[in-house]
């Protein structure tokens, strides 16, 4: 009977590690696909900027 109740909590224990398992690797790739949005909204932003520069100078030559 204690080799049982030892052997099933031993299954349980396998069993909740491979849940924590799939669960850290589910964050995992959740956190690498959420910097990979922040790197393409960050180089958007940049591109952004840039044309913003770029059409102030244009406004400014066509002023003068």
Same mark, same amino acid.
């Given at each position: 009977a204690e080799l049982e109740r030892k052997s099933s909590e031993l299954e349980r224990a396998k069993q909740e590690? /491979?849940? =924590?398992? !799939?669960?850290? !690797? #589910?964050? /995992? #790739?959740?956190?690498?696909? =959420?910097?990979?949005?922040?790197?393409?909204?960050? /180089?958007?932003?940049?591109?952004l900027k840039q044309d913003l520069v770029n059409k102030e100078a244009e406004l400014n030559h066509k002023q003068q």
């Open positions: 590690s /491979e849940r =924590l398992g !799939q669960e850290k !690797q #589910d964050l /995992e #790739d959740k956190a690498s696909e =959420l910097s990979r949005q922040v790197d393409v909204s960050v /180089e958007m932003l940049a591109n």
